[in-house]
């Protein structure tokens, strides 16, 4: 395992790696941040510097998060998108690949000026979609085709928390909130979209980066690139909509929110029910997000999260109070 400042010993794989890419000893890697699924480093030598992603190797099933978003950057770059990183190379079987370095620091504050990027970065991307390159591409994770796609994946996140078997305290009071506010909070929302008049409405997918939104983002100067493309796709914009609303790590304000969905709705979306659509299922996504800040209840995603480096220690504990919290602030009022 390296340490920052320390020189490593080319035997591993990910100095194999390195060296077939031209990247040459001695060389230095500094961990820079922990994914929900993914280990990033910086990797630097005299000539430059590159980052390195180590991938959590999921069962048969799982999504190929590494090759979803090798292939997306690819893709990207292929068509000129610049506020992306380059990629530069991979090893399959050891779940690594090398990025070029973006420049740029954590956003402190969100202005319209940065949803404005955000809005036109959906747009960049999405500007060549008719071409057999985009038609490669995967769905998106969790991608809706149609309406009830919408409701069967908050209808299944609540089934899978409900199957919590506590061991201790705090999955004794995580089962308890699903059952008590979060279930019944759902069947609430459901009843009354489940046969709405716009579940008759035609999804045309556009290309999402799917967990869009500022936690993605480097600021370099007021200008923005955009990182973790690891469930990208095909779906649909009233989801990657939502979901950019509803994110959690740096939410944006509802006026923001708007200026986002005006933006898509006028070059990638029938605005007469886009704007409509994505205010009916604001509340479904709301609900989506406050069963994945309760995943690390789920055995399998708290093993991804502790190989991605997030320290166990009051792990359960924190998400709980997170999702309580994103619950009362944007759900709750409602209920009443």
Partial sequence: MSVSGMIDTPSDARAALLES????????????????????????????EWILKRYHAGGPQSR????????????LNAQG??????????????????????TGTRIAAITDDAVSQAAAFICDINAHTASPQAGALPMAADACASWGDHLALVRARIAQLG???????VERDARHFVERTLAPAWQAIEATLIAHPSAADRVTPILSPSDF?????????????????EYAG?????????????????????????????????HLAPRTTFVERVSLLLPV????????????????????????GVSS???????????????ARHIGSTQE
């Fill in 313 to 327: 220690e009051d792990l359960l504990a924190v998400q709980l109070d997170k999702a309580r919290r994103y619950f």
């Fill in 234 to 266: 095909w779906d649909d914009p009233a989801k990657l909509a939502c979901d950019f609303i509803c994110q959690p790590e740096l939410p944006v304000g509802h006026a923001q929110g708007m200026q986002f969905v005006d933006v898509i709705a006028q």
């Fill in 21 to 48: 890419l031209g990247i040459e000893a001695p060389w230095h890697a500094e961990t820079i941040g922990h994914g929900r699924n993914s280990r990033v480093e910086r990797i630097g030598n005299a000539r430059g």
């Fill in 213 to 229: 939104g500022f936690h993605n983002a480097l600021d370099d100067h007021g200008t923005l690139s955009f990182v973790d493309f």
């Fill in 163 to 169: 199957q919590i078997e506590p061991a201790s305290d």
């Fill in 285 to 308: 996504h709301r609900l989506k997000w406050c069963c994945i800040l309760l995943n690390e209840f789920r055995a399998e995603h708290r093993a991804r999260r502790l190989h991605a």
């Fill in 81 to 102: 998108v610049a506020s992306v990183a380059r990629p530069v190379g991979l090893d399959r079987e050891a779940h690594l690949a090398v990025y070029t370095k973006l």
């Fill in 64 to 75: 190929d998060r590494l090759g979803t978003e090798y292939a997306f950057l690819g893709y």
